[in-house]
């Protein structure tokens, strides 16, 4: 069954090419479709356009429907173009003619807008939670070693002393951040594209208000024009968030995979997220922080892949857009996978507490000498090159200590406020107001 079919059979092998992928993707929009389904039906009978008794018949039916979706047994049948049709056979199949009045003031194109929404900031929800966790384990591991000493490098070259404790704070601070830009794309995300239909309004009195209330948005997508301008840009937006995700884990995977190598020895991973070769019996690969490398930087590509297919397109709907669905959605499941992969190895990581007796790193206390000289008057220049000659005669000792206080350093890692900037950004996703909206509509009796 095709919603727009007439009396002319489309060609099996052009409905193959241009279904696509369409059907399996359809299926994680599922649950999604029959909530805007069921906002947009209250909404009709507000306007006359239902009558009480048959909202009532429908959202009952619809409330099965949505149970099936969540139970992972929903079903696009053969020969069904979409989830919006499926749930329209289910309705009509079960209530008649009834449940052909659902598609009035809408089009597919506006719900699949509504689909995409509200399946991506699900989405969203769950990854601020997985990222949390894992800020969770690096802050706790940055306090448990804080007073580790690790060599600090620029250019591969030893240069500072480094903590374990802003290590793993490091990459603590720069999920926060990367929740940050999570946040703008929630913003951009949770707006209400119902209504606008083909992207030129109904010449119905919709009430868009009432259906972005009902679904829990902040606002509506004002402009029906831009509304559908709006297809591909979101997920572009969002994509951009995730590939910030991925970035910072892919960074944090080179790491783990250079300091866990003897030649560096300053971690060692948990034997169960190693893997063996085939020839070299001795060996213990971090395998788990390489691919996840390179699934991240896979990641990082989706904006740019995104971009491609939309860059060239004027307003208005085309079906280049269901490509996007092919790359958007399933994402959220592989950068929800390294996540808790690396939450899991961060959690179990083995750190070696005495890299600094190789007298190899005496050198990284030379600015630690330099700003003691200072301090006893020294001009920095001077003691700058005091230490220098020092070092070229090989006369350079230190006590390897050190004593920084200031925000953010080795002996103030101020780990405190990195934890308070992430629940201040959390916060301000309010998830309670879209939970409560939704289970509202599903609790409904009309």
């Given at each position: 069954?095709?919603?727009?079919?007439?009396?002319?059979q489309?060609?099996?092998?052009?409905?193959?090419?241009?279904?696509g992928k369409d059907?399996?993707?359809?299926?994680?929009?599922?649950?999604?479709?029959?909530?805007?389904?069921?906002?947009?039906?209250?909404?009709l009978?507000?306007?006359?356009?239902?009558?009480k008794?048959?909202?009532?018949?429908?959202?009952?039916?619809?409330?099965?429907?949505?149970?099936?979706?969540?139970?992972?047994?929903?079903?696009i049948?053969?020969?069904?173009?979409?989830?919006?049709?499926?749930?329209?056979?289910?309705?009509?199949?079960?209530?008649?003619?009834?449940?052909?009045?659902?598609?009035?003031?809408?089009?597919?194109n506006?719900?699949?807008?509504?689909d995409?929404?509200?399946f991506?900031?699900?989405?969203?929800?769950?990854?601020?939670?997985?990222?949390s966790?894992?800020?969770?384990?690096?802050?706790?591991q940055?306090?448990?070693y804080?007073?580790?000493?690790?060599?600090?490098?620029?250019?591969?070259?030893?240069?500072m002393?480094?903590?374990?404790?802003?290590?793993?704070?490091?990459?603590?601070?720069?999920?926060?951040?990367d929740?940050?830009?999570?946040?703008?794309?929630?913003?951009?995300?949770?707006?209400?594209?119902l209504g606008?239909?083909?992207g030129?309004?109904?010449s119905?009195?919709l009430?868009?208000?009432?259906?972005t209330d009902?679904l829990?948005?902040?606002?509506?997508d004002?402009?029906?024009?831009?509304?559908?301008?709006?297809?591909?840009?979101?997920?572009?937006?969002?994509?951009?968030?995730?590939?910030?995700?991925?970035?910072?884990?892919?960074k944090?995977?080179?790491?783990?995979?250079l300091?866990?190598?003897?030649?560096?020895?300053?971690?060692?991973?948990?034997?169960?997220?190693t893997?063996?070769?085939?020839?070299m019996?001795?060996?213990?690969?971090?395998?788990?922080?390489?691919?996840?490398?390179?699934?991240?930087n896979?990641?990082?590509?989706?904006?740019?892949?995104?971009?491609?297919?939309i860059?060239?397109?004027?307003?208005?709907?085309?079906?280049?857009?269901?490509?996007?669905?092919?790359?958007f959605?399933?994402?959220f499941e592989?950068?929800?996978?390294?996540l808790?992969?690396v939450?899991?190895?961060?959690a179990?990581?083995k750190?070696?507490?005495?890299?600094?007796?190789?007298?190899?790193?005496?050198?990284?206390?030379?600015?630690?000498?330099?700003?003691r000289?200072?301090?006893?008057?020294?001009p920095?220049?001077?003691?700058?090159?005091?230490?220098?000659?020092?070092?070229?005669?090989g006369?350079?000792?230190?006590?390897?200590?050190?004593?920084?206080?200031?925000?953010?350093?080795?002996?103030?890692?101020?780990?405190?406020?990195?934890?308070?900037?992430?629940?201040?950004?959390?916060?301000?996703?309010n998830?309670?107001?879209v939970?409560?909206?939704?289970?509202?509509?599903?609790?409904?009796?009309?």
């Amino acid at each position: 069954m095709k919603l727009w079919e007439k009396s002319v059979q489309v060609n099996k092998d052009v409905e193959s090419y241009t279904v696509g992928k369409d059907r399996e993707m359809d299926l994680y929009l599922a649950p999604y479709d029959v909530l805007g389904s069921m906002a947009h039906i209250t909404m009709l009978e507000s306007i006359g356009l239902l009558t009480k008794e048959e909202l009532n018949i429908l959202l009952k039916e619809l409330k099965e429907i949505y149970k099936v979706t969540v139970s992972g047994k929903f079903e696009i049948e053969e020969g069904i173009e979409d989830v919006h049709s499926q749930v329209e056979l289910m309705l009509t199949r079960k209530l008649g003619d009834v449940g052909k009045k659902i598609h009035s003031g809408r089009s597919r194109n506006d719900q699949v807008l509504v689909d995409l929404k509200l399946f991506t900031r699900d989405q969203i929800h769950v990854l601020v939670d997985t990222v949390s966790k894992l800020i969770d384990v690096l802050l706790s591991q940055s306090e448990k070693y804080k007073d580790v000493l690790m060599p600090g490098y620029t250019h591969l070259q030893i240069a500072m002393p480094s903590s374990f404790g802003l290590w793993f704070g490091a990459y603590a601070e720069s999920l926060v951040d990367d929740l940050q830009l999570l946040l703008a794309a929630y913003k951009v995300c949770n707006r209400n594209p119902l209504g606008s239909a083909a992207g030129y309004g109904s010449s119905f009195p919709l009430d868009r208000q009432m259906t972005t209330d009902l679904l829990g948005f902040d606002s509506m997508d004002y402009n029906v024009v831009y509304a559908q301008m709006g297809r591909g840009k979101m997920e572009r937006v969002v994509a951009f968030a995730i590939a910030g995700i991925a970035g910072t884990l892919s960074k944090l995977s080179y790491d783990a995979c250079l300091y866990n190598s003897q030649n560096f020895g300053f971690i060692k991973l948990a034997d169960e997220y190693t893997t063996g070769s085939s020839i070299m019996p001795h060996k213990k690969n971090p395998d788990v922080f390489e691919l996840t490398r390179a699934k991240c930087n896979k990641l990082q590509a989706l904006p740019n892949d995104i971009t491609l297919i939309i860059n060239n397109l004027p307003s208005g709907y085309f079906r280049d857009l269901q490509i996007i669905k092919e790359l958007f959605i399933p994402s959220f499941e592989e950068m929800d996978d390294c996540l808790n992969m690396v939450t899991r190895m961060m959690a179990e990581v083995k750190i070696n507490e005495h890299i600094l007796d190789d007298p190899k790193y005496m050198l990284i206390f030379s600015v630690e000498e330099v700003n003691r000289l200072v301090l006893q008057g020294v001009p920095f220049r001077d003691a700058y090159k005091q230490v220098g000659l020092d070092i070229e005669k090989g006369n350079f000792v230190h006590d390897k200590k050190v004593h920084h206080t200031h925000q953010g350093s080795i002996g103030n890692l101020y780990n405190d406020h990195i934890d308070l900037l992430r629940q201040q950004i959390i916060g301000q996703f309010n998830f309670d107001k879209v939970m409560r909206a939704q289970n509202a509509l599903l609790d409904s009796v009309y």
